[in-house]
């Protein structure tokens, strides 16, 4: 059975710093693609970042690059967003998704396979 079982959101203040964490079970983590996307309230789900498969090649969105950071930990099957000098636009909703191609892509509808979501708040 797939899962996809994100960790991590929170309240945080503006310029403070999450990890959050996609685990995943039920396939071979290092043979997909996982994105990080996020939805804010009344807002359409918008693609934050993603590592491929071997070999990984990362990409950000341009409002989250040079702050947040993807990586990924194929033995224990977990790939981290490091959330850093946090906005209150980053608020929203994140989501990790797979990919089985391998293949990072910002459309939403060419994942696989999701997981529940995580919020993150960024307020004083």
């Known amino acids: 059975q797939v899962q996809l079982v994100e960790s991590g959101g929170g309240l945080v203040q503006p310029g403070g710093s999450l990890r959050l964490s996609c685990t995943v079970s039920g396939f071979t983590l290092d043979y997909y693609a996982i994105g990080w996307f996020r939805q804010a309230p009344g807002k359409e789900r918008e693609g934050v970042s993603c590592?491929?498969?071997?070999?990984?090649?990362?990409y950000y969105a341009d409002s989250v690059k040079g702050r947040f950071t993807i990586s990924r930990d194929n033995a224990k099957n977990t790939v981290y967003l490091q959330m850093n000098s946090l906005k209150p636009e980053d608020t929203a909703v994140y989501y990790c998704?797979?990919?089985?191609?391998?293949?990072?892509?910002?459309?939403?509808?060419?994942?696989?396979?999701w997981g529940q979501g995580t919020q993150v708040t960024v307020s004083s």
């Open positions: 998704a797979a990919d089985r191609l391998g293949y990072c892509t910002g459309n939403a509808n060419a994942y696989d396979y």
């Open positions: 590592i491929s498969s071997r070999p990984s090649s990362t």
